[in-house]
T-cell receptor
Framework: AQKITQTQPGMFVQEKEAVTLDCTYD???????LFWYKQPSSGEMIFLIY??????QNATEGRYSLNFQKARKSANLVISASQLGDSAMYFC??????????????FGKGTKLSVKP | GAGVSQSPSNKVTEKGKDVELRCDPI?????LYWYRQSLGQGLEFLIY????????KSGLPSDRFSAERTGGSVSTLTIQRTQQEDSAVYLC????????????FGPGTRLTVL
């Protein structure tokens, strides 16, 4: 069965510094997608970044980058130049292709990031 | 450019009552998902719709839970005879036919069963 593991329940980072949020995954599929979502205290899930299993380059979106190490089955999120508004829960997720186009997401437990001024 | 909307934003009900939660996906999005977020279980997949059909109901926790989607748009999640363990945030997400990746989430409905 597919599984996402986030081992850091909480993280602190100083404003303007970079931070890495860990994510490991388990799947027997060759084709899969990995996602990171941000959930601020308002509750809405905000899509940050996507990495496909066949993508050779690490995904980047502005201050977000995904450190994809396929052999280690890890997909860590790196946030550069942290801002106070980055304080939120961060979820790593895997898309379950289930042999078709269904695509529901399997989520990790999340990491609560707190940015200190 | 409306996003996914959900109503009500908050619902407090008594144990044993039925509740209906509504999701309005982004216009034109064919795929719709319901998830549940609770403290003990994290985020769990409940049900997936492609158009009006639900090919995967495997995530529904019991037969008290049901969902429908009409006109390929609005979806309703119904919980019958609510229990205290049903208390959670229910999130809806939609995805366009041409977007293989990104799901857009609504703000959720916080359900509290007393």
């Amino acid at each position: 069965a597919q599984k996402i593991t986030q081992t850091q329940p909480g993280m602190f980072v100083q404003e303007k510094e970079a931070v890495t949020l860990d994510c490991t995954y388990d799947t027997s599929d060759q084709s899969y997608g990995l996602f990171w979502y941000k959930q601020p205290s308002s509750g809405e899930m905000i899509f940050l970044i996507y990495q496909g299993s066949y993508d050779e380059q690490n995904a980047t979106e502005g201050r977000y980058s995904l450190n994809f190490q396929k052999a280690r089955k890890s997909a860590n999120l790196v946030i550069s130049a942290s801002q106070l508004g980055d304080s939120a829960m961060y979820f790593c997720a895997m898309r379950d292709y289930n042999g078709g186009s269904q695509g529901n997401l399997i989520f990790g437990k999340g990491t609560k990031l707190s940015v200190k001024p | 450019g409306a996003g996914v909307s959900q109503s009500p934003s908050n619902k407090v009900t008594e144990k044993g009552k039925d509740v209906e939660l509504r999701c309005d996906p982004i216009s034109g999005h064919t795929a719709l998902y319901w998830y549940r977020q609770s403290l003990g279980q994290g985020l769990e997949f409940l049900i997936y719709f492609q158009g009006n059909s639900a090919p995967d109901k495997s995530g529904l926790p019991s037969d008290r839970f049901s969902a429908e989607r009409t006109g390929g748009s609005v979806s309703t999640l119904t919980i019958q005879r609510t229990q205290q363990e049903d208390s959670a945030v229910y999130l809806c997400a939609s995805r366009g036919a041409n977007s293989y990746n990104e799901q857009f989430f609504g703000p959720g409905t916080r359900l509290t069963v007393l």
